[in-house]
């Protein structure tokens, strides 16, 4: 039964926990993002198997509903996906996809009139080039050439898998400010606050699907080990459709707090015996 839910959570930490919990999860991604290349390896032989055993490849495709002729573009990424599920059913498709079935090449965009050159052309087209590599074209994956081309990545599909490189598995450093979790969560990291965020937006059972998640569990252990102070605390809060349905029906409002940590749960507590000190 569908279930449209979100939650989200916001702890502000000590700065002796705030790294602890930064530590932590940056240890533990980094940990995860060794089994995926390692799992990727896997996949590769799996997918090389199935490729020269065409009956096995075929029977799978049937068994997910894929009736696509191999080599076909659709059928190949519908069998790599199957192969997923059997490895790690973690590995993200697109990240599959990228290190084994795609390569990535530079093509002409477009172009654009550069301005104002003086009489050194050269000079200034190097200079206005690397102005706007630091820019809005880095951030954008373009390049400008010295003729004011615009440079752009291509990907395009590969017809037989090629050997994963680890760099396509980078390590998390202490500078992170977010980690994303799975297709339906996100961390978010505010060292100048020492405030920690989990956020799962709202979609179909998006709180289940994202709390399956490895790097969930690493984050929710590590505010698990926290040691609270004065000043310190959290909750994690949320709805589904049900809920709200309730609510509106009833006429009441607002969301559910799931749970609260530190002195967030000790002025819930307190709150909760103020309400009920007469009865």
Not at 195 to 205: I, S, Y
Not at 267 to 275: A, L, N
Request: net charge positive; hydrophobic share 35%; aromatic share 10%.
């Amino acid at each position: 039964m569908s279930c449209n839910e979100w939650e989200k959570g916001s702890w502000t930490l000590s700065c002796v926990e705030f790294r602890k919990v930064r530590d932590a999860l940056v240890n533990g991604f980094n940990v995860l993002q060794e089994q995926n290349f390692a799992d990727m390896l896997r996949v590769k032989t799996e997918f090389d198997r199935l490729l020269k055993s065409k009956a096995e490849a075929k029977a799978l495709l049937a068994s997910r509903c894929c009736n696509l002729p191999l080599p076909s573009r659709d059928a190949l990424f519908s069998l790599l996906s199957a192969v997923c599920d059997k490895i790690n059913r973690h590995l993200e498709p697109d990240l599959v996809r990228h290190a084994l079935m795609q390569d990535k090449k530079e093509v002409v965009m477009g172009s654009t009139t550069i301005p104002n050159l003086g009489p050194d052309r050269t000079v200034d087209v190097e200079a206005w080039v690397a102005d706007r590599n630091r820019t809005y074209y880095k951030g954008m994956g373009r390049r400008i050439d010295a003729e004011g081309k615009i440079w752009g990545n291509q990907w395009t599909d590969r017809k037989r898998p090629k050997t994963p490189k680890k760099k396509d598995f980078p390590k998390a450093t202490k500078a992170v400010t977010h980690f994303r979790v799975g297709y339906e969560a996100d961390i978010y990291l505010n060292a100048d606050r020492r405030v920690v965020t989990w956020e799962v937006p709202e979609n179909n059972h998006a709180c289940d699907t994202a709390h399956e998640e490895p790097m969930a569990a690493v984050f929710f252990r590590a505010i698990g080990a926290v040691n609270w102070t004065r000043g310190t605390g959290g909750r994690l809060w949320g709805s589904d459709e049900y809920r709200d349905d309730a609510n509106r029906e009833s006429g009441y409002g607002g969301d559910m707090v799931k749970e609260t940590w530190g002195n967030e749960k000790e002025k819930r507590e307190q709150s909760f015996r103020r309400r009920f000190s007469h009865v």
